[in-house]
């Protein structure tokens, strides 16, 4: 999905996100992080959106907080909880 093409380290790609980053997106708290995905997500001055569901409307809240929980145990990235 986010990860295939992108190492751990790379940080400047326009566009889609390197979700591996060990102090990168996933850092964020799982509720936020699963409204963002529910609902879908542009930062500030970002190039490109992220669509409500990665655009698949037949997901469920569980199908989304499966995938999140999935990429924080592959890619070994806990919540900030200082946030
Ligand atoms: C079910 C599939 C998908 C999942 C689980 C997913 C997950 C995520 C997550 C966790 C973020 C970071 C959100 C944050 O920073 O709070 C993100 C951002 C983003 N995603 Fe996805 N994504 C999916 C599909 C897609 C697809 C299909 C596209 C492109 C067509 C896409 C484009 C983006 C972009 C451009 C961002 C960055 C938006 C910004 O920061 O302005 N995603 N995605």
Known sequence: MHRL???RRQRNNPGVPNLTLVDGRLTKSDDTVL???VDGFQSEGSLMAMPPKGGNPDLTEQDIADVLAYMRKE???APNTEE
Do not use: G, L
Request: proline residues 11%; positive net charge; aromatic residues 22%.
């Open 5 to 7: 093409p992108w190492s």
């Open 35 to 37: 409204k963002n995905i």
């Open 75 to 77: 890619y070994n990235i």
